[in-house]
């Protein structure tokens, strides 16, 4: 197997953050920008609509990567990220901004994919566990520093925040001098089980990415509104928000130690607890400083499940599929993301939306343990 040094696993770590710098880097100027762009009506979706690329260009993205290998495919997909995503400072008008972000969301499908693929190349069994747990930490904690910085840049002018996109450009540079190309997978490698069973394995996984990113992303976008009918400002919504990243950092490092020894599904019903819990904490507080609980615990539940799903998906896959299945991870995970925004509409007050998460983490519960209980 080819290894990969200290310069090299730092660079596959930041190619993650990639996945959550999509549409966060736009979002402190977003009214600005799409105000700027003639496009105030779909201010939203421009944070949105690259999820729906992913789900759109998932399927072709792990073919490509299961066909050309994950190398090849990250260097094209970082290029095209950093393209895709400057391109939108000039495109003004709701079509070719609507074709240029479910571009940059098929972009961001490749890249996600391709780098846990070399990640799973170059690491194996309790490394590799630590090392998709040290992804999930870059990946909140690249949601942290682009969200300030894009603020930053914001500030000054709305077109900066774009520039951030070019970073995928720098990082494609530091892939092809610090990360080596991965030996061909040898056919003795492959695991007994088939294709078919791979996928049967991987359905409780993939759900459990839907159910958790549709629990994590319903507080994102309903505590805001919550917090403004409280009197909140938007900085300090704003460091609620960072802080209930840093926690989620904090959980993912946590993730591998609590996985050995209570097992995978214990953990995702670990996580569904916390965001049963939150949810319920955030549905009921009447105020942001009892709300502070329900952050640490919606923090938990994303640190203790997403870097998890990462790891099981790569575990069940047989090598020369897994391409295939990390981009289905990748629809899954940005689905119930994109799923998320819709929590809005449900009837009733605010609290209604965090009632619902509730049930679905509740639900969740269920469902591991019922999953749990057939692979013991």
């Not at 629809?331 to 119930?336: E, L, Q």
């Amino acid at each position: 197997m080819t290894s990969i040094k200290s310069a090299g696993a730092v660079t596959l770590l930041a190619v993650s953050c990639l996945t959550i710098m999509v549409g966060c880097v736009i979002v402190p100027g977003l009214s600005d920008i799409a105000a700027q762009l003639r496009v105030s009506y779909l201010a939203s979706w421009l944070v949105t609509l690259p999820a729906l690329g992913v789900i759109l260009a998932g399927p072709l993205a792990g073919r490509a990567i299961d066909r050309f290998g994950a190398y090849p495919m990250l260097l094209i997909g970082l290029f095209c990220y950093g393209g895709l995503g400057v391109a939108g400072v000039w495109l003004p008008g709701a079509v070719p901004q609507i074709i240029d972000r479910i571009l940059l969301g098929g972009a961001t499908a490749v890249v996600m994919s391709s780098g846990t693929g070399l990640i799973a190349s170059f690491y194996q069994a309790e490394a590799r566990l630590k090392m998709i747990a040290r992804q999930g930490m870059a990946i909140e904690l690249g949601g942290v520093v682009f969200l300030c910085v894009g603020g930053i840049l914001a500030s000054t002018s709305w077109r900066y925040p774009y520039g951030l996109y070019l970073f995928s450009w720098l990082l494609l540079m530091l892939v092809l001098i610090c990360v080596p190309r991965p030996q061909q997978q040898m056919r003795a490698e492959i695991i007994e089980e088939g294709v078919t069973d791979s996928d049967r394995r991987l359905r409780p996984v993939w759900l459990a990415a839907f159910c958790s990113m549709i629990c994590f992303f319903t507080a994102v976008i309903m505590l805001p509104q919550r917090f403004a009918l409280m009197g909140v400002s938007a900085a300090h919504i704003g460091y609620f928000l960072s802080f209930v990243s840093l926690v989620a950092v904090l959980a993912a490092a946590l993730m591998p130690h609590v996985a050995l020894q209570f097992g995978n599904y214990s953990t995702l019903i670990m996580a569904f607890i916390c965001y049963l819990l939150a949810h319920l904490e955030f549905a009921a507080a009447p105020d942001v400083v009892l709300c502070l609980p329900g952050g640490i615990l919606l923090g938990m539940g994303f640190g203790l499940s997403v870097p998890l799903v990462n790891h099981m998906t790569v575990e069940i896959s047989q090598p020369q599929e897994r391409g295939r299945q990390l981009a289905r991870l990748s629809m899954a995970i940005f689905g119930g993301q994109f799923m998320a925004a819709f929590m809005t509409y449900l009837p009733g007050h605010l609290s209604m939306a965090f009632f619902a998460a509730a049930v679905l983490a509740a639900i969740n519960i269920i469902v591991m343990r019922k999953v749990s209980v057939r692979c013991s």
